[in-house]
């Protein structure tokens, strides 16, 4: 039973919550609205202050839902447009933390297993394809995925597929041979096999042969039998990358593979620190709330109060903040975290 009264804050509660969010999604939307290569740095900063200044669950879903109506529609979606959403993203995960680009991949990950497996007659997967190889061209990911995407498509090996595999290939094909030149030999090898062992009718099609030639010029290295390749827009993107990220890159980097995120529902979301972990086999949820909690004796309302203002939402970060501004000197804090 919730008395009237309770019921009643609650819906004040939600009505402000609904309002807020109403009015967060038409600041980030205006930001996205007038986002070009220009005035990047000036939208990623004020998006960077809208993270400072709002629950980053809030802001995490709030940015990726209008990212995903901007660009996952039935028509294909211009290549620069594409880059350039994907670089905001990795700018905001390489500044504000790496739940941004987590938050957004698993979206776009999710999204593009389903529209796969639905047959979807639209350009809906090239452009999620597209939005996973630019972050892995801009450094939010690790070519790991990508390798698990191409596996996935040539142990299927329908037309569809082959389309997928070229416009990925042409998107990352040569970043793949830098950075693991053994993983795309053995994927060739294995997309020969399948292209073999398939119908002849099927192998003599023009795409599977242009197939097989995409990836002999890539584990060759060359470039001009590659048509309409043109690394020029990305490189040109990673320059004005540098200069606006605040940390080297490649320790935020997502080495997560395809099947983590396609279960983390299930089994959690280890690749993100301080993720909420749901389902997790033989795990005791007795066990799990004890683990979560720092012994730091009481402390003043002072402390709590600036543990609030600090954004200190979880009961382990209020403990560890207060562990830190309590201790006479490292040794003590060092003693405190230990209980």
């Given amino acids: 039973y919730v008395p009237p009264q309770v019921r009643k804050s609650q819906e004040i509660l939600d009505d402000k919550k609904r309002e807020e969010l109403g009015r967060l999604k038409k600041m980030v939307n205006g930001l996205i609205n007038r986002l070009s290569e220009p005035n990047l740095p000036s939208i990623s900063g004020q998006m960077e202050d809208l993270y400072m200044a709002n629950s980053r669950k809030d802001m995490n879903e709030t940015l990726t839902d209008i990212l995903m109506n901007a660009c996952v529609t039935a028509v294909a979606m211009p290549s620069r447009l594409m880059m350039e959403h994907v670089l905001l993203v990795s700018i ?3 500044n504000v933390g790496v739940e941004v680009g987590a938050h957004f991949l698993e979206a776009v990950v999710k999204k593009f297993d ?4 639905s047959d979807a007659e639209g350009k809906e997967c090239e452009n999620l394809l597209a939005l ?7 450094h939010v990911i690790h ?28 998107n990352v094909g040569f ?3 830098k950075d693991d030149a053994l993983a795309l030999k053995e994927l060739i090898t294995e997309a020969q096999r399948k292209a073999n062992t398939a119908e002849k009718k099927f192998r003599d099609q023009t795409r599977v042969r242009f197939m097989l030639e995409t990836m002999l010029a890539l584990r060759n290295n060359d470039m001009r039998k590659i048509p309409g390749y043109d690394p020029e827009p990305v490189e040109r993107l990673r ?15 997502l080495r997560v593979s395809l099947e983590s995120l396609l279960s983390a529902d299930r089994v ?72």
């Fill in 175 to 177: 970043s793949l041979r």
């Fill in 92 to 94: 905001l995960h390489h």
């Fill in 132 to 138: 996973i190889a630019h972050l892995y061209n801009f």
């Fill in 268 to 339: 959690g979301r280890w690749w993100i620190v301080g993720s909420s972990w749901s389902g997790a086999p033989m795990i005791d949820d007795t066990n799990k709330k004890t683990q979560q909690k720092l012994h730091v004796g009481k402390v003043s309302s002072k402390i709590m109060e600036l543990a609030r203002k600090q954004r200190m939402n979880t009961d382990i970060r209020r403990s560890i903040f207060c562990v830190l501004m309590t201790s006479e000197d490292f040794m003590d804090a060092f003693e405190k975290l230990l209980r």
């Fill in 114 to 117: 389903e529209i796969c497996k």
């Fill in 143 to 170: 070519s790991l995925l990508i390798f698990d995407i191409l596996k996935k498509l040539v142990s299927a090996f329908t037309e569809k597929e082959i389309e997928l595999i070229l416009f990925l290939l042409k």
């Fill in 239 to 253: 320059k004005l990358q540098r200069t606006l990220v605040r940390s080297s890159g490649k320790e935020t980097e």
